[in-house]
């Protein structure tokens, strides 16, 4: 089994930063694609931003400009910097993760969920 760990979530105030973590630890053959998807209050769970295993990015239109996705392959983490923070950013943060056990099997994780509230 693989677990996700996410840090980094708290209060901050309108254009401020955070910078969120995920760090993938367990039984890892390798690690496909990686993203993070937030959740705000009575919304349906929605993509951020997600990351290739050879590094290509993509970002939902509400962040682009604003958030950059990055990784470390050898501590299995990725990252999340979110700049210029605004109130409707608001969300519990997940990190996703497609994994592979084996070369033959590959699961999909969630992390547990990290609070972003910007507010001031």
């Known amino acids: 089994q693989v677990q996700l760990v996410e840090s980094g979530g708290g209060l901050v105030q309108p254009g401020g930063s955070l910078r969120l973590s995920c760090a993938a630890s367990g039984s890892i053959f390798s690690i496909n694609n990686m993203g993070w998807y937030r959740q705000a209050p009575e919304k349906q769970r929605e993509l951020v931003a997600t990351i290739t295993r050879g590094g290509g990015t993509g970002y939902a239109d509400s962040v682009k400009g604003r958030f950059t996705i990055s990784k470390d392959n050898a501590k299995n983490t990725v990252y999340l910097q979110m700049n210029n923070l605004a109130p409707e950013d608001t969300a519990v943060y997940f990190c996703?993760?497609?994994?592979?056990?084996?070369?033959?099997?590959?699961?999909?994780?969630w992390g547990q969920g990290t609070q972003v509230t910007v507010s001031s």
């Open positions: 996703n993760a497609d994994i592979a056990h084996t070369i033959y099997v590959s699961r999909n994780y």
